[in-house]
Every structure is written in C-alpha cells, then in structure tokens.
C-alpha cells in the first residue's frame, strides 16, 4: 500500500505503459481527442480499420441507439493507409500516442498490403487485424468467424511484416475459442475480443430499419456479459495467449472486471462517445483500485476470477 | 462578441470545452417545453450561432448517447448559455428533472455556424418547429449588426399552432415574422416552405436564407434557393453519437470539388451546412 | 379506420386471440399474476419450462442486474409435470389462459416423457420445446444449437404428441437458420427465437462471478438488436413457417417492430418484471397501433419491413 | 390497525396492488439518506411491518428493475406511507430527483412480515445500517399492543456512526436503544451481534429476536439465537428482479419437513423467515 502500483501491460514483444487502449473506430485516428485527452497517457491508441484505398463508407442513417447500446454501419470510411501515414501518424507520434493500426481489407491481398504498408512506416507499436467487421459486403465478417480464414489471414501477414500482430475476433459464429487457437497457431500474439454483435433495429412509425444498411453492429454496455463471457471463455482455452477485452468497457470497475477475468489489456469504444475523457478516468480508476486493495501491478489481478 | 465574418462554413478549427455546467434556472415555457439557463464561462464565451451543445444530464446507460442542443442565448459577461428542449422521451424527461444547482455535463460549443451574408439585404430564417432556436440566436447576433436597409425576415413553421417555437422571442428583436401552420390553425395554412417560396418569387437577388428544422423542410428550401439563387445555409438534423468528430454516425453527403460525392460531418463540418455543397438522396 | 382490428394471430394449428404471449420462465405458472393479469386476454401463457421430476434449480445468486438486460440462471426450477398438470393447469384454464407448455429435458427421452404426459392432459394447447436452455449441465444447450440435434428432439417429441409444437432456439451457436430450417424438417409447426445470449457477470470488488453457477443467459431490452436480427434472418430462410419473436420487448412499439419484421407473434419476457402488467398494454398499444394506422388486422403489417 | 398475530410467517396469500404513487414529501434526512412519503391509500391500507414496495421512478432501461423497498411506516388514515433511502448509485439517484406531485410506479406491499412473539417478554430488534427502516416500523406498530412486563430492545450497529439510521426515531418511541459501530465512533466498538450474544447470556427463555441487516449479520444472529432457543426471525437481503413471485430469482435455500432442501423465494414466502427454517451455505 501506498507504493505506486506498476501499471505496465505486457503483451508478448508489446509493452504498454498501462492496458487501457482506445478501440478502433471509436476515437477517430486519435487526433481529434488531443485538445481533450492526453494521448501520451494512454496504454495504446487503436486507429480506426485502414484499407488500401480511401472508403466513403455506408450511405446514412449509419448510426442508432438501443437500450443501453448502439448499432453501426459506418462501413469503414477512411481516407485510405497512404494518408494515414502521411498527415496523420506523424501528428500522433507527436502527441506522444502508442499507436495500433487497424487493419481491415476484402481480401487477403489487401490485408497483406495495408500491413506491409504500416510496417515500413515509422512508429506503429503494433497491428491489430480486423477480421470481424460486419459491415463489409465481403471479406471481413467471415475472415474472423472460421478458423481456416483466420488462419490464412493471419500467416499471410504475418509473413509481410515484423510487427507485434493482434487477431480482432468477432462473436458471430459462436464461440469464438476455435477461431482464436487458428490465429494464434498461424502467428498472432494477441487476440482482441470482441467487435460488434449483429443486430437490426426498425423504425415502427416509418415501417423501415434504423440504418440504410438494414443490419449494423451492437456495441455499448448492452454487451459486456457477453464480452466478458467470450473473454472468459478464450482463457481457458488459450491459457497464455496476452488477450485484449472490449466490449461495453464504460468505467474502471468494467476494466477491472475484464482484467480479473483474464484479460492482458482493455479497449474502450463506445463509452468514448459518451464521456470523451472517459479512457483517462478509467487508467486513474485503475490505479485507484490497486492502490486501495494493495495490489502491487496490474499483473497481480490478471484472472482472479476463473 | 461580434461573428467573424470571414471564416469558413464548412470546416473551422474550433475551441470546445468539456465541463460540468451548473443549472442556474430551469424555465417551464410550454406545456413540455423548457429553458435550460447553464453556467459554463468557456463556453458562453464562445458560443457562436447554429453551434451546439452535448448535454449528459446523468450517468445513464440508457439513455446512451448525450444529446445535441443548439444554443438558443449566451451571455458571456454573465458566463451562462441556454438551450430551448421538448419533453420528447426519456432522455428530455431525465433533464427536465433536473434541479437549479445540479450539473450537466456539457460539451461544446460545437460545429459550424450561421455566417450573415453580408451583400445581402434581406436575411431570411427559415424555422420548423424546434428549428427555432439558433435561428433566434443568430437574429439576435445579427440584428445589431445590421446596416441601413437590412432587414430581417423570419418564417415559422409547425404541424400545429402549439409546436410553434419562440414567436415571441422574435417579434421581441424586432424582426417581421409570418407564420404557416400545416393545419391552419395559425396564420397561412400550409407548409412554411411555400411562404419562403413566395417571398423569393418578387426579387430573390437582395435575399440570404438561413433555415433550420426537419431535414424534409431543409431539403425544400435549399432547392428553393438554390433554383433563384438566393445564398442559403441549412443546420441539418443527424443522428450523433458522439457530436465531436470521430465516430462518423452524423455522416452528410456532400459534393466534391472533382465532382464526386463523399460524406461530411454533421457535428463538426456541419450542422450548419452552404446548400449548393449538399447532395440529397 | 373505426373499425377494430382483427388481432388473431394463426401460427398453423394454432389460433390466438392475438399476437402477445408471455415468455417462458417470466410469467412463473401464470397463475401467480391472476390478480394484476386477466390471463383470457393474452394471446397466450407460456409456463415456465417443465421437466419429469421436481427441479431445485441453482444454487442463489441466480441473477445480476446489466445494462438494460439481466442474467439469469435458475437452472430450471420447477415443481415437475405431474404437478403442473395436477395443480396449475386447471387454475390457468379456470382463469380462461390459453396454455402453451414449456417442454425441456436432459435427456431427448425426458423431452419425450413430459409432452407425453401433457398432451394427454386436458387443456393444453402447444407446447414450445425449450431447445436451448444454457442452464442445464447437459441436455438443452447443445439440442438448439445443433441442427441434427435439434431435429432428432423434435422428431421424437412429434411422435408422441398430436399438440402443436413449437421449437424454441438459441442464438448462441450464430446463425439460427439451419437448426429453425432442421426443426421444420422433423415437424416443428413454429418457431420461437431468442432463447437468452451467454454471459457472465463479474463483482469487481468481492472479485468474483455474480452468478453462483458463473454464466447465465441474458435477456431484456439489450438483446432486442440481436434477437429482431435474428428473426429477420429466419424469416429470409423460412417464408412460410410461423415465427415467434422474443427478447427484449417492452413495449407495443417493440412488438410491432418483431411483427414487421416478419413475427406471426411476440413473447414479453423480463418486462414482465419491471411492469407485471405490459403485456396487456402491449395487447392495446398494436390495437392502437393498427387502428391510427388504418391497418384492419396484425397480419396486414407483417413482413412490412424486409 | 393491530397486527394478525396468529398468522403463519412463511407464507400469507395477499392483495398487492400495482399504482402509480403520488410523492406528497420528499426529505433529505441525511447527507445522501432521504425519506420518501408516497401517497397510496390502499397499500397504506395495508402494509405490515416488514413488507416491501417495489418501485420504478421512471421508465428507464437502466436500471432495468425496479427496486424493493422496506416500509418506513404508514397512516392508513392518510392514505400515504413512506420508505427510507440512501443514494448508492443509478437507481437511487435517479429516485433522489423526484419533485413532489410527481408519480413513481409502485407495486406492494408484498411479501411476509415480523410476527410478534406473544409468549415473549423481551423484543430483541437486531439492526444492521439500512435494516432499521422495517424495524421501526415494527416497533412502531408492536409498542402499544405491549402488555405490563414486556419491552422493546432495540439493538442497533453499523460500520460507522454516520451510517446509523433512524435512532433518534427509535428512541422517541420510547424503546432502549444499545449502540455497536465497527469503528467505536459511536456506541461499543465491534459488532451488534457481539451485543446480542450478552444480552441473550444472560436469560435467553423470555426474549424474541426480529433482526434486518446484512445476510452475513442475520447469520450469525440466526446462529445465536438457536444454540439458545431464542426465537427469531429474519428478514433477508436477495436480488430482486420481480418481488411478486415468478422469476425465482431470489431463491432461499430452507429445510424441508422430510429432512431435504428447497428454494423459497425471499419476495413472498420472505423476506421475513423464522431463523430455524433457513440453511446457510
Ligand atoms: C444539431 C442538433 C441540434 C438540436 N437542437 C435541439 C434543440 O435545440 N432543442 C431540442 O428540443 N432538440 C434539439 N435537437 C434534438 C435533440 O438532440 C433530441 O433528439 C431531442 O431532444 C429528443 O430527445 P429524446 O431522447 O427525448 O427523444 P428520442 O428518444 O431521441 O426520440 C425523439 C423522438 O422520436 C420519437 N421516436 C422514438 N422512437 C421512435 C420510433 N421508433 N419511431 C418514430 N419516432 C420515434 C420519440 O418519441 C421522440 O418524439 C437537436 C438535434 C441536433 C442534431
Ligand atoms: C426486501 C428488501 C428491502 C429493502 N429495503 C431497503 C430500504 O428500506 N432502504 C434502502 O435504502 N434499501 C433497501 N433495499 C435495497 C434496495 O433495494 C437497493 O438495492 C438499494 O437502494 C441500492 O440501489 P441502487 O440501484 O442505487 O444501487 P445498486 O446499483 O443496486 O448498487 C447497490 C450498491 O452496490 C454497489 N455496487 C454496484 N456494483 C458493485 C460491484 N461491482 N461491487 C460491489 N458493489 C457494487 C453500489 O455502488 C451500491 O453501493 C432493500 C432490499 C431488499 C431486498
Ligand atoms: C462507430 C463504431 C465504429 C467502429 N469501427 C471499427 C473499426 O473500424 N474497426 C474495428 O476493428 N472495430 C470497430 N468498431 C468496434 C469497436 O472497436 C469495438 O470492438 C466494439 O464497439 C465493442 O466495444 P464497445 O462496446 O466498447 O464499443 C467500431 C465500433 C463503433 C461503435
Ligand atoms: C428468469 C428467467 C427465466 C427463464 N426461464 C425460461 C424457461 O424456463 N424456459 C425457456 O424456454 N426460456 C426461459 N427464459 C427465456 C425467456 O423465455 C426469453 O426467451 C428470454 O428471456 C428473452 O426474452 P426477454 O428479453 O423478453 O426476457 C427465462 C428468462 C428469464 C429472464
Ligand atoms: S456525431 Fe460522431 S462524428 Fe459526428
Ligand atoms: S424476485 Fe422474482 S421470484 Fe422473488
């Protein structure tokens, strides 16, 4: 007690200065937050899914609130990996940010380029493979589902770069424990779990759905049981895999509950939204609660609850 | 404060503040209509016409999201601002609970604003039902400002008589207000869109309109616009999760420069939006 | 428009007086809510799931409140079917209920044993196989998750009763299609979806499960993103058979969305909890509904949304 | 209205009713504690010390249940009762804001009540922080049916003096009032229950304990008061989600007359139990 307790997150060669991360999608490329959040004060700050090209995205309403949760088809709009290296990693290696990419494509090709784009540029700390986005019409969706896709995936970029590579998992197929061995067999040294869970909402007076794409992905504390569930049952099967939770991460006894559980890491997203400072209060919560328990490190609460 | 007249619609770089705003008065205006006077100094300070605030009024799950308010006032040398709400569903209900001295968490002020078109004579704002709000904000900013010969002209409208918004508030200013009513059941029967119409069809060359409602409203008075070429900005209506830029919920489809179309956002390139920059579905 | 409307709901066989039941497991017998409820004018009462012999269920805490949701694992408590038929079912009938019972087993031939008897029994009018109760060591998860499962569970069961049946199932396996497409196979007249989602909930502090049996099913407004999504899959795989939609309805609005989405009929589930008497308001809020609407009957706003 | 003294403790069929309860006084008691009067004349009408209300103060998806909360006290005559609360989180922050003349939905009362003992002569009421609100009641309503030679002892014990409840109201009742805090800040330093166990050393034959606190208390009370042939009942704490007896979610594990084990359910065979029926794990 009373000793400041070691907030250093280690997964496998990536080492953060704290597991609390910002998901990807959900702060933008990081730098709109810098009048708001010290992004050098963050474990790790996750860009939104890049692709080869620029994406324009989903036509609106891309956007709904449900109990608790929202849905999205933002359809990953983005200006493309180019541009992303060029104007906006350099702003947030000035603003002292650890930065994961995001990696999304539609086929294995453009996952294998965009990776080796990222890798030959300066200060990327790690890629996180997108494998679950459900708003593509194609690729992403099925790539994290089967483990035989995953797998292929993941080798391939494995084989076009160096970098610490992160599988991000989706919730589905079901369980999600095959495809997580797959990637972790094909060389991934993280798995991320888990991006949004399909659902529709309908607008009854209109008589249409919420979203011009009809079907979106839930995010939001609506599916934290769910989460942690998935979190939890990853473990057991991946015992020494580093695991990165997220999911309706809104408070630091949400982070800490993925933490006891199993998890290496936590990513917020959603709650980003809600309370922009919320990633910063979450690190402090943390702390807090260390120090409060007498707890020496992060490391000490790691899947306490089995 | 005056505007600054010269900057950019679309996309200006802006000073936002997060903060716990006190409730320093919570007006009943309506059956379920309220002002909520907030003490914020930053952004009282700030706040220009047409930009917004994220109100969180509780911790909630459910409600989610925080919700956009247009700034209705702002008084910085007293430090607060306002917002004019309709008790809606749950979210306007929790805030309506909320007592004078308790917080809100705020974020703002936010977005692009209602720049005066300064080679034009006559400023038209266009309001549909709880559209009126920065339109009030604007003609308040703009009506000292006015030259010799400038005037302003306000069109208001709603379903029904009683979703009218802030009349009084705008005849108080001094400005001339004519009314439509989809019922009839105050002034011209029919859509507010028509009066714009009408006033356009005399001379549109001395006219500049500013409108804010119900995107359906907007999408006819820039047509309108732009048909007689009268300059017209619109503050858009847009679902928005976050209000500050990252999660591209709020998403505009907007005209490039090349000729292609690509999506802006509503909550920092917008609300407030040039009409001839918008591509409606 | 002044006409009332007519609010039958025909799924098959079986013809209510209108489209809103009370879910499985949320109304306890029905009985229990004669005096807040007048049961005859529900469209039906789902009684909590029966198996041969008295059930204890789980060991307490059963439950934990989440974000706009619960989990729950009771673990099927239940007084067996011989009770049931002895004692309850003749109140509900006396109380003018229109009873579908809940059939679940560990074993298919338990599954077999209790319609057995309650088809014999005077008054029933279906019973809805619960396919997917993840309480149950064994037995329900795996039947509702399966496609030949499924189907062998309903093949057995449709041997031995005459009554309607319905096949209740599970979202936790991904996508529900193929066990709705193999249970229609074998003689299921209907099917009923979402079972509750995985999950687990976790006491950062005591850091432990919330739940003395660790994970539980989760249900309430939280789900009804996933649950309508599902239903709308179904209904692509499924034209004709009728579908029953629950999870997370608490108002008329919500059981009108499933409606639109293509339900022949909806089950209130938890919100009986928060407003022991929804499920009649819901009843007057789609009568409502249709007559502002101009719609002369719940069938002529089916499938509207597609 | 005087208690039913031969009824059964472990189940009562009862009228319940579901409404929605006017809020007629609303009073901050403490820091974060309020008293909430309601205005229900037929749940006034009939509640017995120990029931509970279930209450929803808004329709809000989070907190998605309602809520149980023990009556404080009720004038029939008035038709109002009234429930004691403290600010812990969303549910009751959400309660702390509603104005007079507003409506929460209420549903009660519901469940089992204390039963007094007749053949005792002292009642022992054991009170753990926010279990005294049922107790007063209790000893509100048990106070002038007491024969010559009876007496009411209330014990009372929290973690520290500021999170005592209802003593002064107690003590107007004229009952004696013994004092435990954990932290010795007010009253004995350690635990009520160390109190209980001196009180019942001495003559444990004529005393009857009633007892509401935390499970972990009611336990070691439960405990005390068999190994000395007191008789004693307990009210419980359980998750809620109904409170009306269909979800099964507040299960209390009981022995069974042919020796086995079974769930009871807190909300209606509880939450009041006889100590001798309960098994503890
Ligand atoms: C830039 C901007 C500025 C704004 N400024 C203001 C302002 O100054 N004042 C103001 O009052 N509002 C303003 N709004 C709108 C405001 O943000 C909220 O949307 C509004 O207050 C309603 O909030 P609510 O949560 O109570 O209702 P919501 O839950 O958001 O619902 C809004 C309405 O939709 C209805 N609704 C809900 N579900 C359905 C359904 N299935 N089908 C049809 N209708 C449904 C509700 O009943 C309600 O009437 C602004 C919005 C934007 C984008
Ligand atoms: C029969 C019965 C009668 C009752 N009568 C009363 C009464 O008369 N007065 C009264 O005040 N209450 C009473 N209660 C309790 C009451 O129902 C509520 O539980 C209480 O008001 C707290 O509500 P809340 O939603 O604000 O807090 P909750 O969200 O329910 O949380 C309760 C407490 O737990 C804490 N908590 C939340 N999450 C965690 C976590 N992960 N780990 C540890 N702690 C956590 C919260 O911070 C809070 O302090 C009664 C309960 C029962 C069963
Ligand atoms: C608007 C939005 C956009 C998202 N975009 C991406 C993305 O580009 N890539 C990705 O891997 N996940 C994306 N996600 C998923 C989140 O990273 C996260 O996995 C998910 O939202 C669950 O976490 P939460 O409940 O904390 O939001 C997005 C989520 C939201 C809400
Ligand atoms: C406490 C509880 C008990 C349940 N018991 C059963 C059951 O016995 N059999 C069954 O088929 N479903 C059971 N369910 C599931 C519900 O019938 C329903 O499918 C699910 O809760 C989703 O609907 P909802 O969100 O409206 O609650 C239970 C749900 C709850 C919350
Ligand atoms: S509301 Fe999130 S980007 Fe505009
Ligand atoms: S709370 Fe539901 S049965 Fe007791």
Redesign the interface.
């Known amino acids: 007690m009373g000793l400041t307790p070691d907030m250093q997150a280690a997964l496998g060669r990536l080492t953060l200065r704290n597991p609390i991360m910002v998901a990807a999608?959900?702060?933008?490329y990081g730098v709109?937050?810098r009048?708001?959040v010290d992004l050098s004060e963050l474990g790790a700050v996750v860009t939104r899914s890049l692709t080869l090209t620029p994406r324009?995205?989903n036509?609106?309403?891309?956007?709904?609130?449900?109990?608790?949760?929202?849905?999205?088809a933002?359809g990953l709009?983005n200006d493309g990996v180019d541009a992303f290296i060029i104007e906006t990693l350099p702003r947030l290696r000035e603003a002292g940010a650890t930065v994961i990419a995001s990696v999304a494509g539609e086929t294995l090709e453009e996952y294998v380029q965009v990776a080796a784009k990222l890798s030959r540029a300066e200060g990327v700390a790690a890629l996180e493979l997108n494998l679950s986005c459900p708003n593509q019409a194609r690729g992403g969706m099925e790539f994290g589902?089967q483990p035989e896709l995953t797998a292929q995936v993941v080798a391939a970029v494995r084989q076009a770069t160096d970098l610490p590579l992160i599988a991000k998992l989706s919730p589905?197929?079901?369980e999600i424990a095959p495809a997580a061995q797959a990637a972790v067999a094909a060389g991934a040294e993280a798995i991320c779990l888990i991006n949004t869970?399909?659902?529709?909402?309908?607008d009854?007076?209109r008589?249409?759905?919420r979203l011009a794409s009809k079907?979106?992905g839930?995010s939001?504390?609506?599916?934290?049981?769910?989460a942690?569930?998935h979190l939890?049952r990853v473990r057991q099967s991946l015992p020494d895999t580093p695991l990165i939770g997220v999911g309706?991460v809104?408070s630091a006894?949400d982070a800490?509950?993925f933490i006891?559980?199993g998890a290496h890491a936590v990513q917020i997203g959603?709650a980003?939204?809600?309370?922009?400072?919320i990633a910063l209060e979450i690190v402090q919560g943390l702390r807090d609660?260390l120090t409060t328990h007498g707890f020496p490190s992060v490391d000490a609460?790691r899947g306490?609850?089995q | 404060m005056t505007l600054p007249v010269a900057a950019q619609v679309h996309f200006v770089p802006m000073t936002r503040y997060e903060l716990p705003a006190v409730v320093v008065e919570h007006r009943q205006r309506a059956t379920n209509q309220y002002e909520l006077i907030l003490h914020a100094p930053p952004i009282a300070a700030r706040a220009a016409p047409g930009q917004f605030v994220m109100l969180r009024p509780m911790r909630t799950h459910a409600p989610l999201w925080r919700r956009p308010y247009s700034i209705l006032r702002a008084n910085p040398d007293k430090g607060v601002f306002s917002v004019f709400y309709s008790v809606q569903s749950a979210f306007t209900e929790l805030l309506a609970l909320k007592p004078i001295g308790s917080t809100v968490q705020t974020l703002g002020p936010l977005g692009s604003y209602f720049v005066p078109v300064r080679t034009a004579r006559r400023h038209i704002l266009v309001a549909g039902g709880v559209g009126a709000p920065p339109l009030y904000f604007f003609a308040s900013r703009l009506m000292p400002t006015l030259q010799a010969g400038e005037q302003i002209l306000i069109l208001a409208g709603a379903r029904r008589r009683d979703l009218l918004v802030g009349l009084d508030e705008f005849r108080a200013l001094g400005a001339e207000v004519r009314i439509a009513t989809d019922d009839g059941s105050h002034g011209y029967k029919g859509y507010v869109t028509d009066l714009l119409q009408h006033v356009l069809e005399t001379d549109p060359t001395d006219a500049a309109v500013y409108a804010c409602g119900p995107n359906r409203m907007l999408q006819v008075v820039a047509h309108i616009c732009l048909e007689r070429g009268a300059p017209c900005q619109v503050s858009l209506d847009a679902p928005m999760p976050c209000g500050m830029g990252v999660c591209l919920g709020c998403a505009v489809k907007v005209a490039t420069p090349d000729g292609g179309v690509w999506y802006k956002r509503a909550c920092v390139e917008g609300p407030v939006f040039r009409a001839e920059e918008l591509v409606w579905d």
Chains 1, 3 share one sequence.
């Not at chain 1, 036509?59 to 999205?72: D, F, H, K, Q, S």
């Not at chain 1, 939001?220 to 769910?226: D, E, R, T």
């Not at chain 1, 980003?272 to 400072?277: A, D, E, L, R, S």
């Open positions: 999608g959900t702060f933008g709109e937050y009048d708001l324009m995205g036509p609106p309403p891309r956007v709904a609130e449900t109990p608790a949760g929202m849905l999205n933002i709009q589902v589905n197929g079901g869970l399909l659902g529709v909402a309908v009854a007076h008589r249409q759905f079907v979106g839930l939001g504390p609506a599916v934290k049981p769910i942690q569930y939890w309706g809104s006894e800490i509950e006891l559980l959603t980003n939204y809600v309370q922009p400072t609660y609460i306490l609850v």
